[in-house]
């Protein structure tokens, strides 16, 4: 089922990208709140899955495929709900961060990633005992990294950039943290005693 997903999202994000390969951009389908306003919602839910040239759409897209097949949660409703939360944290971040920042808008699922790794990460922590350092040192990293990032402005390894990704808007990832670490404990049962992750 999981495979199934992940081809479904691979189709929506090469459909809604399709214009990049032709010259065009993605404008359509970014978020923007005076275009939500006025009554273009699609936008809510095309936004993290558009991106601003194919590099970003490859990074971005890379990253959330494979985060999301790390996932242990064997629910398919959970795996998207846990995709929908850091969605909508990663968008609150961002409406928050975009009038700062001068920028109408914005797209990809850089947010989304972070909240996916996150989660990976808890899922290490609460699961196989022998992989608990492991889920321990990248739920620490990516928190350090989305707080450095949240207060200096600054992605951490926008220098190492091939391509144009457009303006970053760190609060994004902050945002998507917050709604991945939520989403992991909302629907999840942890034992106290052995810490171990019960998925329903």
Excluded at 67 to 80: D, G, M, P, T
């Amino acid at each position: 089922m999981k495979k199934l997903e992940m081809i479904i999202f691979t189709l929506i994000i090469i459909t809604i990208n399709l214009p990049l390969f032709i010259g065009f951009t993605i404008e359509p389908m970014a978020y923007s709140l005076e275009a939500v306003c006025n009554g273009q919602l699609w936008r809510l839910f095309t936004h993290p899955f558009a991106h601003n040239s194919v590099y970003h759409m490859l990074i971005d897209a890379s990253a959330f495929l494979m985060l999301y097949h790390q996932l242990n949660q064997e629910s398919s409703v959970k795996r998207l709900l846990y995709v929908i939360s850091c969605g909508i944290f990663s968008l609150i971040a961002v409406n928050i961060q975009l009038p700062l920042l001068n920028i109408s808008s914005y797209c990809g699922l850089s947010g989304i990633d972070h909240g996916l790794m996150a989660i990976v990460g808890l899922e290490l922590i609460y699961g196989d005992k022998e992989m608990r350092k492991a889920g321990i040192v990248i739920t620490t990293i990516i928190i350090c990294k989305c707080l450095l990032e949240s207060l200096t402005g600054n992605l951490l390894f926008q220098s190492c950039h091939l391509g144009y990704v457009g303006i970053p808007v760190t609060m994004s990832h902050t945002g998507g943290l917050i709604g991945g670490i939520s989403a992991f404990f909302l629907f999840n049962k942890i034992h106290a005693h052995n810490t171990r992750l019960i998925a329903e």
